[in-house]
């Protein structure tokens, strides 16, 4: 076996390998000498630990002894700390995590060449059974098999440095502060009984606002530091290090870079660490995430016959494990890029944004953590429901319990006021005829207002027969159909607490297809209809229909068609009126550069795609009754190059709270097939969290939040006002009800119907709920927060 980099992933391997199958022939080439180290202290999660531990008890008991372990996570921001505990983190010093490598490899026999550039990997290839590219963030094995590996490198915006200082932190530690120069921010976090690590960061512009530009065009010989711009962040933070000094190491200004590869292995070369991933420092070490590369690797190796299904298995499992974690990191990595927006936020709700930043750490793992912590946030967050005016308005009356779930907190969004802020998503059900809504829709929609749910949307309704998706699609366009949804929403309020809302909306280039079980997205074989858009640009050109271009008489015709349709949805008693302006249909359509051409006044620049949905907005307001409020959904990204963007989401949401929307239900794409979605749980939310901030209008989440988790998670942290669930409503109906009792919360934000109390509690499923015995084979942890902090 060959091993291209001596840093710890490469020799944590080589270790594990030989002490394996000490038969093997290990060879090491580091380019540098066994006493070089870049960077300071290296973090370590319980998990990894726990792995090494079992792997090679010898090298853990050697690191356990170098260990710095604290619990507490302190968040400085605007003169307060906020402390967090129970996260349990252990942190040593890479340099003495090198030597306790080192020595492992020489005790079990590994030969590894320090100041030695290794062979090509051709020669290495052709002569080894397997070659392992341990060669770090700028891996020259990766460069040379681009082809094979198919590398993305993500640079990003925010400018960081990693230093280190003599003052010995107590916890890992937060400091977020405004500068003369923008707001700039420290990671913390002590690493032995003398030293702890010091990464300042702050994005491109505060950056070059605070000179630092001017120092870093001055050329820095290999391995120097750039002094100038060490002197002034001591500077800045002199009160954080309190006297002590601030070390460098080959310290510079760094553009962190998201390394991914489609493949980890090519023939017998594999991949490992920074070579094959990296993960944002935010969230953890790349050393950690280098080193469970070999333990996997190892693994793999020892379990399989031949080098091909190890490396098979290695990449399979490794890659699903290390995804998750790319997701996580770009997702923190993403807030420190934003910080900016959040910062009229109060200590106590920006210390649990800042902890929840991942999606990883959640409103229920915090409450595990740390229960304190959490209720002063919910106390706070109570608070600011009683003392109003909150985004969507003044909090209705009534005193606002700190113990409630965030949930089950109420929101007036306008003059309307919802009981919680749970919201049933609209979802085409396509069981209409010719457009009316029957007895499926009423038992759909009125079992999910019963289930407790705050706001309850009905799908896309139909402004025209023309402007339905599919023959089975729902609408208003008449007034029996008016009184057919009359009927429901007289149900909905006679028989539960919540509201409910219409979206209206026109398929636009999309429309004329079958239902979604016969093919979604496909045309209709007969019985179809003309499909109209902003151009003459179909859906999928040899597929759907090519729309014919609307003329500024069809524009207005089709305007008025929506102010008929708002007329009568006010006659059939809607709550709330939203306007769909996403997913690719009509008015979609005319916002996004894919399916816009347009050269007239409604077509260009996004100002004039812009124009004809705000016509029909401004048009619908002026006969929807003021005291209901009027929400818009938009597709915040087209998830496609030269599509819209989340800059324009920004621009697009600001323009509807201009023309009197109330709130932006925020989705994405669905505008062309050709997108590609980072699509994973909440992955939407991160545009409502930014609409939210940014435009200072409240927003609607969506997109695969699947948890009460996570809906506190996001209300708490003020990344939305409300959240809309779709699939778990269909999984279960009283959904709501049943977070209310998973919860143990018993109060005004969940109203169960009368004749269903009795379902308020649990039903036993076993002995389990019987009495405990008196012999418990595992014990009870012991109660409390643990807030243990470093203590040399």
């Known amino acids: 076996m060959a091993v291209i980099g001596g840093g710890p992933g490469g020799l944590y391997f080589s270790a594990l390998a030989k002490q394996l199958g000490p038969e093997h022939e290990i060879t090491v080439w580091e380019r540098n000498a066994a006493d070089d180290t870049f960077g300071f202290g290296v973090v370590f999660s319980d998990e990894t630990l726990g792995g ?134 420290v990671h913390a ?30 050329p820095l010989a290999p391995g120097e530091s750039d002094e100038k711009s060490i002197a002034r962040v001591t500077e800045l933070f002199a009160d954080v290090l309190d006297g002590h000094p601030v070390m460098a190491n080959n310290s510079r200004w760094i553009n962190f870079t998201t390394v991914r590869n489609r493949h980890w292995r090519h023939g017998n070369i594999v991949l490992l660490g920074d070579a094959a991933h990296t993960a944002h420092f935010s969230i953890g070490s790349g050393t950690k995430l280098a080193m469970e590369d070999a333990l996997a690797l190892a693994a793999c190796l020892h379990e399989n016959d031949s080098v091909d299904a190890a490396l098979s298995e290695y990449e399979t499992e490794r890659k699903a494990v290390v995804l998750s974690t790319q997701r996580a990191a770009q997702a923190s990595l993403e807030w420190f890029e934003n910080l900016g927006q959040y910062l009229d936020q109060d200590p106590l709700q920006f210390a649990f944004n800042i902890m929840t930043r991942s999606r990883r750490v959640t409103y229920d793992n915090l409450h595990l953590r740390d229960p304190e912590f959490v209720r002063r946030v919910n106390a706070a967050f109570a608070e600011r429901q009683d003392g109003g005016p909150a985004p969507g308005g003044p909090a209705p009356d009534g005193p606002a319990d700190p113990d409630t779930p965030p949930m089950f907190q109420r929101y007036r969004l306008g003059e309307l006021d919802l009981v919680n802020r749970i919201v049933v998503s609209p979802m085409d059900m396509y069981r209409a005829t010719d457009g009316m809504p029957n007895d499926f829709h009423f038992v759909h929609l009125g079992g999910k207002a019963l289930g407790g749910a705050g706001l309850v949307m009905t799908e896309m309704v139909c402004v025209s027969g023309a402007g339905r998706i599919t023959p089975g699609c729902t609408g208003i366009w008449t007034d029996e159909q008016a009184r057919q949804w009359l009927r429901l ?24 297809t079958r239902l979604m079980w016969d093919g979604i997205d496909e045309p209709l074989d007969d019985g179809n209809w003309e499909v109209v858009g902003p151009s003459p640009l179909p859906y999928r050109p040899g597929v759907n229909q090519r729309p014919r271009e609307l003329t500024e008489e069809d524009l207005a015709r089709i305007r008025q068609q929506f102010v008929d349709a708002a007329r009568r949805a006010d006659a059939a008693g809607f709550d709330l009126l939203e306007l769909h302006c996403a997913h690719g249909y009509l008015l979609s359509s005319f916002i996004s550069p894919i399916s816009n051409r347009r050269t007239d006044r409604y077509g260009g620049d996004l100002d004039s795609r812009l124009r004809y949905p705000l016509e029909v907005f401004a048009a619908v307001r002026d ?144 002995r389990t709920d019987g009495p405990k015995p008196r012999l418990r084979l595992i014990r009870d942890g012991v109660p409390g927060t643990r807030h243990a902090r470093w203590r040399p």
């Open 489 to 512: 929403t007289d149900f909905v309020h006679r028989e539960s607490a919540a509201k409910v809302g219409i979206q209206l909306g026109h398929s636009g280039r999309k429309g004329s």
């Open 52 to 185: 090494i531990e079992h792997a090679d008890p010898t090298i853990h008991r050697r690191m356990e002894s170098e260990f710095a372990r604290w619990d507490d996570i302190d968040v400085r921001y605007r003169g307060e700390t906020v402390t967090s505990g129970g996260h349990g983190f252990a942190a040593m010093s890479r340099k003495r995590l090198l030597e306790i490598m080192q020595e492992r490899c020489a005790e079990l026999g590994v030969v590894v060449h320090f100041e030695t550039e290794a062979p090509d990997t051709a020669t290495l290839s052709a002569t080894h059974d397997l070659v392992v590219a341990a060669d770090g963030l700028n891996s020259a094995v990766r460069s040379a098999h681009a082809d094979a590996f198919r590398p993305s490198l993500d640079r990003r915006a925010c400018k960081y440095m990693w230093l280190g200082t003599g003052k010995v932190f107590d916890a890992f530690t937060f400091d977020i502060r405004q500068t003369p120069y923008g707001v700039m921010q």
């Open 623 to 766: 006969v929807w009754p003021a005291e209901k409020p009027m929400t818009v959904r938009i597709s915040a990204t087209d998830w496609v190059d030269g599509g819209i963007t989340g800059d324009d989401a920004v621009t697009i949401a600001a323009r509807f709270k201009a023309a009197g929307a109330a709130a932006i239900d925020v989705s994405t794409g669905q505008v062309t097939p050709d997108e590609t979605p980072a699509f994973g749980r909440s992955y939407q939310a991160p545009y409502a969290d930014r609409i939210r901030n940014q435009v200072g209008i409240p927003t609607i989440a969506v997109g695969v939040i699947s948890s009460y988790d996570d809906v506190n998670s996001l209300l708490l942290a003020g990344r939305a006002d409300l959240c809309a669930l779709g699939r778990v409503h269909l999984y279960d109906p009283n959904w709501a009800l049943h977070a209310a009792v998973e919860q143990d919360y018993d109060g005004p934000g969940v109203v169960w119907p009368n004749p269903w109390k009795a379902g308020r509690r649990r039903p036993q499923t076993g």
């Open 189 to 218: 976090y002590p690493y032995d009984a003398k030293n702890s690590t010091f990464i300042v960061e702050m994005n491109a512009a505060v950056w070059k606002e605070a000179g630092f530009d001017s120092f870093a065009t001055q």
